[in-house]
């Protein structure tokens, strides 16, 4: 009951599958790109993020019962300029800025 020898090309190979996500430019590109995209949306939100901040400091450990409407408002401003949907449009807007974060690449001209 021993189990099979993998290979050094095997390992290799499993190791590079691995990584290949985490370590893409393209990927390091879109992150910082999502990023200034959150910031933008917290900005766009900020009036609903200050009164469900300010209802809770009020309202200490009943938060959760009596600023449920501020968090509903905060949840859905967020969720109209923070979703996916809007992202890839972001991104496609900004194509030529996702190319120059990306290293080793340049926009086409």
Known sequence: MTQPEI???QKAKIKEASRDGRLSFRKFGEHQLRREF???AIEKCKEHIHAFG???QEQGLMVVFKCRQ???DLNACMAIHNSNEAFEEYK???QDAL???IPGMKPKI
């Open 7 to 9: 290979t050094d090309e």
């Open 38 to 40: 959150k910031d933008m």
């Open 54 to 56: 300010k209802c809770a």
């Open 70 to 72: 501020f968090n509903r």
């Open 92 to 94: 496609k807007e900004n």
């Open 99 to 101: 190319m120059k974060k």
